[in-house]
Protein backbone atom coordinates (compact mmCIF):
# COMPACT_ATOMS: atom_id res chain seq x y z
CA UNK A 1 0.00 0.00 0.00
CA UNK A 2 3.15 1.93 -0.61
CA UNK A 3 1.36 3.47 -3.73
CA UNK A 4 -1.11 5.59 -1.40
CA UNK A 5 1.31 7.88 -0.34
CA UNK A 6 2.56 8.21 -3.80
CA UNK A 7 -0.79 8.62 -5.30
CA UNK A 8 -1.65 11.50 -3.33
CA UNK A 9 1.88 13.35 -4.28
CA UNK A 10 0.94 12.86 -7.46
CA UNK A 11 -2.62 14.66 -7.31
CA UNK A 12 -1.03 17.06 -5.17
CA UNK A 13 1.34 18.28 -7.97
CA UNK A 14 -0.87 17.94 -10.85
CA UNK A 15 -3.81 20.01 -9.34
CA UNK A 16 -1.00 22.67 -8.71
CA UNK A 17 0.26 22.58 -12.01
CA UNK A 18 -3.30 22.96 -13.55
CA UNK A 19 -4.11 25.50 -11.13
CA UNK A 20 -1.14 27.11 -12.22
CA UNK A 21 -2.09 27.17 -15.95
CA UNK A 22 -5.89 28.03 -15.29
CA UNK A 23 -6.59 24.21 -16.86
CA UNK A 24 -10.05 23.20 -16.84
CA UNK A 25 -9.36 19.43 -16.33
CA UNK A 26 -6.43 17.31 -16.09
CA UNK A 27 -6.30 14.05 -18.92
CA UNK A 28 -3.76 12.24 -18.39
CA UNK A 29 -0.84 12.15 -16.34
CA UNK A 30 3.08 10.61 -17.08
CA UNK A 31 5.32 9.45 -14.82
CA UNK A 32 8.76 7.61 -14.85
CA UNK A 33 9.02 5.18 -12.38
CA UNK A 34 11.94 2.93 -11.58
CA UNK A 35 11.81 -0.69 -11.02
CA UNK A 36 13.82 0.11 -7.92
CA UNK A 37 10.45 2.08 -6.20
CA UNK A 38 8.25 -1.61 -6.60
CA UNK A 39 5.24 0.31 -7.98
CA UNK A 40 2.77 -1.97 -8.64
CA UNK A 41 0.84 0.43 -11.58
CA UNK A 42 -2.62 -0.76 -11.85
CA UNK A 43 -2.77 -0.52 -7.28
CA UNK A 44 -1.24 2.88 -8.35
CA UNK A 45 -4.08 3.62 -10.83
CA UNK A 46 -6.63 2.53 -8.32
CA UNK A 47 -5.56 4.55 -5.81
CA UNK A 48 -4.99 7.61 -8.03
CA UNK A 49 -8.16 7.73 -9.51
CA UNK A 50 -9.88 7.09 -6.28
CA UNK A 51 -8.54 10.16 -4.32
CA UNK A 52 -9.05 12.29 -7.96
CA UNK A 53 -12.67 11.81 -7.57
CA UNK A 54 -14.31 15.32 -6.94
CA UNK A 55 -11.25 17.20 -8.23
CA UNK A 56 -10.50 18.57 -12.13
CA UNK A 57 -8.10 15.58 -12.11
CA UNK A 58 -11.24 13.16 -12.02
CA UNK A 59 -10.72 10.54 -14.78
CA UNK A 60 -7.18 11.34 -15.42
CA UNK A 61 -5.28 8.32 -16.80
CA UNK A 62 -1.99 7.52 -15.07
CA UNK A 63 0.92 6.91 -18.01
CA UNK A 64 3.37 4.90 -16.48
CA UNK A 65 7.09 4.89 -18.42
CA UNK A 66 8.92 1.92 -16.38
CA UNK A 67 13.10 2.91 -15.97
CA UNK A 68 14.62 -0.68 -16.31
CA UNK A 69 17.23 -0.97 -13.70
CA UNK A 70 20.87 -0.15 -14.82
CA UNK A 71 23.93 -2.32 -13.75
CA UNK A 72 27.71 -1.55 -14.29
CA UNK A 73 29.19 -4.84 -14.42
CA UNK A 74 33.30 -5.03 -14.08
CA UNK A 75 33.64 -7.73 -16.88
CA UNK A 76 31.15 -6.75 -19.43
CA UNK A 77 30.29 -3.00 -18.84
CA UNK A 78 26.48 -1.51 -18.73
CA UNK A 79 23.53 -3.18 -19.16
CA UNK A 80 20.20 -3.12 -18.69
CA UNK A 81 17.70 -5.42 -16.71
CA UNK A 82 13.90 -5.55 -17.14
CA UNK A 83 13.58 -7.07 -13.55
CA UNK A 84 15.34 -6.95 -10.40
CA UNK A 85 18.86 -8.64 -9.93
CA UNK A 86 22.01 -8.08 -8.15
CA UNK A 87 23.59 -10.30 -10.83
CA UNK A 88 24.81 -9.29 -14.47
CA UNK A 89 21.98 -9.77 -16.87
CA UNK A 90 24.27 -10.65 -19.39
CA UNK A 91 27.45 -12.77 -17.67
CA UNK A 92 25.81 -13.50 -14.06
CA UNK A 93 28.62 -12.18 -12.71
CA UNK A 94 27.85 -11.05 -9.65
CA UNK A 95 30.41 -7.95 -9.51
CA UNK A 96 28.05 -5.14 -10.43
CA UNK A 97 26.94 -2.20 -8.99
CA UNK A 98 23.64 -0.62 -10.18
CA UNK A 99 23.44 2.85 -10.83
CA UNK A 100 20.04 3.55 -12.40
CA UNK A 101 16.56 2.54 -11.81
CA UNK A 102 15.03 4.84 -9.11
CA UNK A 103 13.31 7.48 -10.88
CA UNK A 104 9.98 8.41 -9.73
CA UNK A 105 8.84 11.34 -10.98
CA UNK A 106 6.12 13.15 -13.00
CA UNK A 107 6.99 13.74 -17.04
CA UNK A 108 4.40 15.53 -18.42
CA UNK A 109 0.38 16.52 -17.81
CA UNK A 110 -2.11 16.73 -20.24
CA UNK A 111 -4.58 19.09 -19.90
CA UNK A 112 -7.87 21.05 -21.36
CA UNK A 113 -7.08 24.39 -22.33
CA UNK B 1 -2.03 21.01 -29.23
CA UNK B 2 -2.54 17.35 -29.27
CA UNK B 3 -4.82 15.63 -31.61
CA UNK B 4 -7.40 15.50 -28.74
CA UNK B 5 -7.36 19.26 -28.11
CA UNK B 6 -5.54 18.53 -25.08
CA UNK B 7 -2.50 20.54 -24.43
CA UNK B 8 0.56 18.40 -22.96
CA UNK B 9 2.81 20.69 -19.98
CA UNK B 10 6.20 19.53 -19.69
CA UNK B 11 6.65 19.04 -15.46
CA UNK B 12 9.73 16.56 -14.59
CA UNK B 13 9.22 17.37 -10.77
CA UNK B 14 10.00 14.56 -8.37
CA UNK B 15 6.32 13.15 -6.69
CA UNK B 16 8.75 13.00 -3.82
CA UNK B 17 9.72 16.58 -3.98
CA UNK B 18 7.88 17.93 -1.15
CA UNK B 19 8.74 15.09 1.34
CA UNK B 20 12.37 15.67 0.22
CA UNK B 21 11.68 19.71 0.98
CA UNK B 22 10.94 18.65 4.72
CA UNK B 23 13.90 16.34 4.84
CA UNK B 24 16.20 19.10 3.97
CA UNK B 25 14.38 21.15 6.55
CA UNK B 26 15.58 18.70 9.17
CA UNK B 27 18.82 18.40 7.74
CA UNK B 28 19.28 22.13 8.70
CA UNK B 29 18.05 21.81 11.87
CA UNK B 30 20.24 18.61 12.48
CA UNK B 31 22.94 20.82 11.08
CA UNK B 32 22.85 24.29 13.07
CA UNK B 33 22.37 22.53 16.21
CA UNK B 34 25.86 19.77 15.60
CA UNK B 35 22.96 16.61 16.11
CA UNK B 36 23.89 13.55 14.14
CA UNK B 37 21.06 11.55 13.32
CA UNK B 38 20.66 7.60 12.53
CA UNK B 39 17.53 6.71 10.63
CA UNK B 40 17.10 3.00 11.90
CA UNK B 41 15.00 0.75 9.36
CA UNK B 42 14.11 -2.88 9.44
CA UNK B 43 11.33 -5.50 9.34
CA UNK B 44 9.07 -5.90 12.41
CA UNK B 45 10.88 -7.77 15.53
CA UNK B 46 14.51 -7.64 13.68
CA UNK B 47 16.39 -5.72 16.97
CA UNK B 48 16.13 -1.76 16.12
CA UNK B 49 15.06 -1.07 19.74
CA UNK B 50 17.59 -3.62 21.06
CA UNK B 51 19.95 -1.79 19.33
CA UNK B 52 18.88 1.90 20.48
CA UNK B 53 19.25 0.27 24.05
CA UNK B 54 22.60 -0.73 23.25
CA UNK B 55 23.22 2.71 22.14
CA UNK B 56 21.80 4.14 25.14
CA UNK B 57 23.86 1.77 27.32
CA UNK B 58 27.27 2.80 25.58
CA UNK B 59 26.34 6.78 26.05
CA UNK B 60 25.26 6.58 29.18
CA UNK B 61 26.87 9.33 30.96
CA UNK B 62 28.11 10.94 28.14
CA UNK B 63 24.53 12.20 27.55
CA UNK B 64 22.83 13.50 24.89
CA UNK B 65 20.95 11.01 23.31
CA UNK B 66 17.30 11.41 22.34
CA UNK B 67 15.28 9.43 20.73
CA UNK B 68 11.72 9.28 18.18
CA UNK B 69 9.88 5.94 17.72
CA UNK B 70 8.02 5.37 14.59
CA UNK B 71 5.20 3.04 15.14
CA UNK B 72 1.76 2.41 13.56
CA UNK B 73 -0.05 1.89 16.82
CA UNK B 74 0.89 2.40 20.50
CA UNK B 75 3.42 3.96 22.98
CA UNK B 76 5.62 0.49 23.73
CA UNK B 77 8.55 1.67 21.95
CA UNK B 78 8.56 4.51 23.43
CA UNK B 79 7.74 3.56 27.44
CA UNK B 80 10.59 0.99 27.00
CA UNK B 81 12.84 3.75 26.16
CA UNK B 82 11.89 6.34 28.64
CA UNK B 83 12.97 3.68 31.24
CA UNK B 84 16.23 4.53 30.49
CA UNK B 85 15.79 7.86 31.21
CA UNK B 86 16.36 10.10 27.95
CA UNK B 87 14.10 11.94 25.83
CA UNK B 88 11.63 10.22 23.54
CA UNK B 89 8.71 11.26 21.46
CA UNK B 90 6.47 8.35 19.90
CA UNK B 91 4.87 8.91 16.52
CA UNK B 92 1.92 7.27 15.83
CA UNK B 93 1.69 6.76 11.81
CA UNK B 94 -1.79 5.11 11.43
CA UNK B 95 -2.29 4.50 7.94
CA UNK B 96 1.47 5.31 6.66
CA UNK B 97 3.62 2.73 7.07
CA UNK B 98 6.85 5.29 7.35
CA UNK B 99 7.34 8.22 9.14
CA UNK B 100 6.68 11.20 7.23
CA UNK B 101 9.61 14.02 7.33
CA UNK B 102 6.89 16.72 8.25
CA UNK B 103 5.50 14.87 11.32
CA UNK B 104 9.33 14.56 11.69
CA UNK B 105 10.16 18.12 11.46
CA UNK B 106 7.48 19.16 13.73
CA UNK B 107 8.28 16.70 16.34
CA UNK B 108 11.82 17.89 16.61
CA UNK B 109 10.81 21.16 16.78
CA UNK B 110 9.01 20.68 19.89
CA UNK B 111 12.07 18.81 21.47
CA UNK B 112 14.39 20.37 23.95
CA UNK B 113 17.42 19.75 21.51
CA UNK B 114 19.85 22.32 23.55
CA UNK B 115 22.08 18.48 25.06
CA UNK B 116 21.55 16.63 22.27
CA UNK B 117 24.43 15.18 20.28
CA UNK B 118 22.69 12.11 19.14
CA UNK B 119 19.61 11.65 17.43
CA UNK B 120 18.20 7.96 16.72
CA UNK B 121 14.92 7.77 14.59
CA UNK B 122 13.38 4.16 14.62
CA UNK B 123 11.25 3.88 11.67
CA UNK B 124 8.23 1.84 11.43
CA UNK B 125 8.85 -1.81 10.81
CA UNK B 126 9.25 -3.07 7.52
CA UNK B 127 11.28 -2.72 4.60
CA UNK B 128 9.15 -1.06 1.93
CA UNK B 129 7.83 2.36 2.65
CA UNK B 130 10.73 4.02 4.83
CA UNK B 131 13.08 3.14 2.00
CA UNK B 132 11.83 6.14 -0.01
CA UNK B 133 11.54 8.86 2.53
CA UNK B 134 14.57 10.24 3.45
CA UNK B 135 14.49 12.14 6.89
CA UNK B 136 17.40 14.21 6.76
CA UNK B 137 19.40 11.55 8.53
CA UNK B 138 23.06 11.78 8.43
CA UNK B 139 23.20 7.62 7.81
CA UNK B 140 20.49 5.51 6.67
CA UNK B 141 21.00 1.90 9.23
CA UNK B 142 19.12 -1.17 7.48
CA UNK B 143 18.92 -4.10 10.08
CA UNK B 144 18.37 -7.80 8.99
CA UNK B 145 17.48 -10.86 11.76
CA UNK B 146 19.23 -13.99 9.89
CA UNK B 147 15.95 -15.26 10.66
CA UNK B 148 14.47 -13.40 7.75
CA UNK B 149 16.17 -15.89 5.09
CA UNK B 150 19.20 -14.14 2.84
CA UNK B 151 17.02 -13.23 0.07
CA UNK B 152 15.52 -10.16 1.28
CA UNK B 153 18.25 -7.44 -0.23
CA UNK B 154 16.63 -8.99 -3.99
CA UNK B 155 13.09 -8.44 -2.77
CA UNK B 156 13.88 -5.53 -1.23
CA UNK B 157 16.64 -3.85 -3.29
CA UNK B 158 15.35 -0.04 -2.52
CA UNK B 159 16.45 -0.17 1.45
CA UNK B 160 19.59 -2.12 0.99
CA UNK B 161 20.87 0.21 -2.29
CA UNK B 162 20.05 3.58 0.57
CA UNK B 163 21.46 2.50 3.51
CA UNK B 164 25.22 3.60 4.62
CA UNK B 165 25.41 0.79 7.14
CA UNK B 166 23.68 -2.56 6.84
CA UNK B 167 23.77 -4.59 10.25
CA UNK B 168 23.07 -8.43 10.30
CA UNK B 169 21.17 -9.34 13.72
CA UNK B 170 20.68 -12.15 15.97
CA UNK B 171 23.55 -13.81 14.29
CA UNK B 172 23.91 -16.60 17.61
CA UNK B 173 21.00 -18.12 15.64
CA UNK B 174 22.91 -19.17 12.86
CA UNK B 175 23.23 -22.81 13.11
CA UNK B 176 19.91 -23.10 13.72
CA UNK B 177 18.76 -21.28 10.62
CA UNK B 178 19.45 -21.40 6.93
CA UNK B 179 21.25 -18.01 5.92
CA UNK B 180 23.77 -17.09 3.47
CA UNK B 181 25.76 -13.91 5.26
CA UNK B 182 28.05 -14.46 2.03
CA UNK B 183 25.11 -14.14 -0.47
CA UNK B 184 23.80 -11.19 2.08
CA UNK B 185 27.05 -9.46 1.58
CA UNK B 186 27.54 -9.56 -1.48
CA UNK B 187 23.90 -8.81 -2.61
CA UNK B 188 24.41 -5.54 -0.51
CA UNK B 189 27.77 -4.35 -1.64
CA UNK B 190 26.25 -5.03 -5.39
CA UNK B 191 23.08 -2.66 -4.36
CA UNK B 192 25.83 -0.11 -2.54
CA UNK B 193 29.64 -0.47 -2.88
CA UNK B 194 30.02 1.57 0.00
CA UNK B 195 27.98 0.26 2.55
CA UNK B 196 29.25 -1.01 5.92
CA UNK B 197 28.29 -4.77 7.37
CA UNK B 198 28.47 -5.04 10.57
CA UNK B 199 27.05 -9.06 12.37
CA UNK B 200 26.23 -8.46 15.86
CA UNK B 201 24.41 -10.48 18.71
CA UNK B 202 22.83 -8.11 20.99
CA UNK B 203 22.10 -11.07 23.34
CA UNK B 204 25.81 -13.28 22.82
CA UNK B 205 27.77 -9.45 22.34
CA UNK B 206 29.10 -10.88 19.20
CA UNK B 207 30.12 -7.84 17.33
CA UNK B 208 28.32 -5.00 19.25
CA UNK B 209 30.94 -3.50 19.91
CA UNK B 210 32.72 -2.94 17.01
CA UNK B 211 29.29 -1.71 15.72
CA UNK B 212 28.98 0.91 18.65
CA UNK B 213 32.32 2.42 17.94
CA UNK B 214 31.44 2.74 14.96
CA UNK B 215 28.76 4.97 15.28
CA UNK B 216 30.39 6.70 18.56
CA UNK B 217 33.29 7.94 15.60
CA UNK B 218 30.63 8.63 13.05
CA UNK B 219 28.76 10.71 15.51
CA UNK B 220 32.23 12.69 16.68
CA UNK B 221 32.50 13.50 13.11
CA UNK B 222 29.82 16.40 13.39
CA UNK B 223 31.30 17.48 16.64
Redesign the interface.
Known sequence: MHELGVAAEILDIALSEAERRAAGKVTSVRLRVGVLRSIEPENLSFLFEHLARGTPAEGALLEIVEEPLRVECEACGVSEAPSFTWECPRCKGTGVSVTGGDSLSILSLDIES | M?P????????????????DEAAAAIRALLAERRIYALNLISSPGSGKTTLIEALLARFEGKGGVAVVEGDIETEIDAERIRKHGVQVRQINTR????IQPSRLLSVLREMDLSETRLLLVENVGNL??PA?VPLGEDARVVLLSVTEGDEK??K???VF?TSDLLVITKIDLLPYVTFDVDRVR??AR????AVEIFEVSATAGAGMSGLLDRIEALRATKN
Do not use: K
Open positions: RDGNVRIDVERSILQSASTCHVCEPLYPLRRAAANP
